[in-house]
């Protein structure tokens, strides 16, 4: 995608209605429309970037429909960004796979694994704003597939981001944890239940207000309810 198409693309980003964004966006070939929505990942407005997240899962999934090898090749692409070989940090990587394996269940498959490897030792993200990234795909894929996360031992690695500085990060753990149901993580959730840190949180393609303590207190409802 050259500069002229990508100043089209983020306007239509901006627009609140991501299913018309979406038609927009379909006129666009594939591939590269998947490319240029990467690099809007990067972009520090908020609705840039999330709606990117949910368009980049759209498209992923039509394109893993007609061609899943090269559904394959972007996602290689996406776990290259992650790498510190790239010489990038993969800002919002975390979030558009959580948001594809959602939606594709052959990707969620293949890949989910590596999403949650960057809790894992080996490949740790360092920064906070990555582990919040992270977090909130790892919730994202909890929410939809919790089976598959539990089968890979995600809640395992899990536990160590409720000890986490950032209280950020640690609400959005709390929140997977809630997703995937996890008693044990009870006793650290209720420590939490009146933090009153701001969260500004995207879900169901929509921007909620919220704060950690809300977050805790609906995981434990979760958890509770079994």
Request: glycine content about 8%; aromatic content about 8%; some cysteine.
């Amino acid at each position: 995608m050259n500069a002229r198409q990508m100043r089209k693309l983020l306007p239509i980003l901006l627009q609140d209605d991501l299913d018309s964004a979406l038609i927009k966006i379909r006129q666009f070939p594939l591939q590269p429309a998947i490319s240029g929505l990467t690099a809007c990942l990067f972009r520090t407005e908020e609705r840039i970037k999330w709606h990117a997240v949910s368009t980049i899962g759209s498209l992923m999934n039509e394109l893993a429909q007609i061609e899943m090898e090269g559904a394959r090749n972007m996602m290689r692409r996406f776990l290259w960004s992650m790498n510190e070989e790239s010489g990038g940090i993969g800002w919002g990587i975390p979030e558009a796979m959580a948001e594809i394996m959602v939606i594709n269940d052959n990707l969620a498959h293949e890949y989910g694994h590596l999403l949650i490897s960057y809790m894992r030792e080996e490949n740790y993200l360092e920064l906070p704003a990555m582990q919040r990234g992270l977090m909130w795909g790892i919730g994202r894929l909890s929410k939809a597939r919790p089976e598959l996360m539990l089968a890979k031992d995600a809640d395992g690695y899990l536990s160590i981001y409720l000890e986490s500085v950032d209280r950020l990060v640690v609400g959005l753990a709390a929140r997977a944890f809630g997703f995937l149901k996890v008693k044990d993580a009870l006793p650290h959730i209720k420590l939490l239940i009146d933090d009153p840190l701001p969260v500004r949180l995207y879900e169901d393609q929509r921007f909620i207000d919220t704060t950690v303590g809300r977050l805790a207190r609906a995981a434990i409802e979760e958890i509770e309810k079994g």
